[in-house]
Every structure is written in structure tokens, then in C-alpha cells.
């Protein structure tokens, strides 16, 4: 599978886990958590693209899934924050 056709498995299973059925309120430790799952995969995803013999040719995508993690991670952030306010979680959570 290649690095294309794995990142549309991968936004493809995200999508899938967020709108699964189950409700999940923002800012609550499972949305969370969600976030969490997709920059993890995210990052091993742009682990892979840099090996190998097209590791040159993939610099911009490499950059654009750093670009969507540091996205994911300040979307986490402010979810956490709601949380927090809201009385969803703990602030050491």
C-alpha cells in the first residue's frame, strides 16, 4: 500500500471512528482521546514517507501532515480547555 492510498485509509478510518454511531460531546475524554489517535497515526504515517528511495519526493507531503498534526493538536487543546470549563474532565486529564 502506498503512502497515498495509506493516508485515505487513514482519513478514511477517522472519519469513520468520529461518526460511528456513537456520541461523544466535545471537549469529553473521549473526543479527546479521538484526537489524540489521529496524530499518532499521522505521525506514523509521515514516518513511513520518510524512508525509502522517494523520501525526497515526498517533502511536501511530509509537511502537510506536520501542518494537519499541529492542527489536530491545537483543536485538542482548545476541546481539553471546553472540557475543563465545562466540568467534562479534570485539568489533569
Known amino acids: 500500500m502506498g503512502g497515498e492510498d ?9 472519519v469513520m471512528s468520529l461518526y460511528d454511531g456513537t456520541q ?18 499521522l505521525q506514523h504515517l ?3 514517507l520518510r ?3 522517494d523520501r525526497y519526493k515526498n ?3 511530509v509537511h502537510r501532515i506536520q501542518s494537519a498534526v499541529e492542527a489536530i493538536r491545537f483543536l ?3 476541546a ?6 465545562n466540568g467534562l ?5
Do not use: F, Q
Open 24 to 41: 461523544t460531546e466535545y471537549g469529553s475524554t473521549e473526543y479527546v482521546n479521538e484526537l489524540d489517535r489521529i496524530v499518532k497515526e
Open 76 to 78: 485538542k487543546n482548545r
Open 6 to 14: 495509506l493516508l485515505r485509509e487513514l482519513i478514511r478510518e477517522s
Open 80 to 85: 481539553k480547555r471546553t472540557g475543563v470549563r
Open 59 to 61: 517533502r511536501k507531503e
Open 89 to 93: 474532565i479534570t485539568g489533569d486529564d
Open 51 to 53: 524512508s525509502g528511495p
Open 46 to 48: 509521515k514516518t513511513s
